[in-house]
């Protein structure tokens, strides 16, 4: 079993910055991808961004590429979310997941955080 607990959001005006991060504890020496994933009201979960646990490989959806940065601390088992630039579209609870494996070449994330509210005002 993994745990995650997200922080870092809140209520930022357009054009602002935020960090959301995430903790793992249990069993992360099987972690495999860790990612970040978000639901605006009225829509699909989508996802934002993910990072390879071994090797630091960073992946990231079009939407954010530029203004997101996903980092990952081996050390201490967090995962951070870098946001800058952010826009009105970007208002959505944000997940925390972990993955354990790739399944036909994709994380399959067995693990979610709560989720942690971003709000961008313009």
């Known amino acids: 079993q993994v745990q995650l607990v997200e922080s870092g959001g809140g209520l930022v005006q357009a054009g602002g910055s935020l960090r959301l991060s995430c903790a793992a504890s249990g069993r992360t020496f099987s972690l495999n991808t860790m990612g970040w994933f978000r639901q605006a009201p009225g829509k699909e979960r989508e996802y934002v961004a993910s990072?390879?646990?071994?090797?630091?490989?960073?992946y990231y959806a079009d939407f954010v590429k530029g203004r997101f940065t996903i980092s990952r601390d081996n050390a201490k088992t967090t995962v951070s979310l870098q946001m800058s630039s952010l826009n009105t579209e970007d208002t959505a609870v944000y997940y925390c997941?972990?993955?354990?494996?790739?399944?036909?070449?994709?994380?399959?994330?067995?693990?979610w955080g709560q989720g942690t509210q971003v709000t961008v005002s313009s």
């Open positions: 990072v390879r646990w071994s090797g630091g490989t960073t």
């Open positions: 997941a972990a993955a354990q494996s790739i399944v036909a070449g994709r994380p399959k994330y067995d693990y």
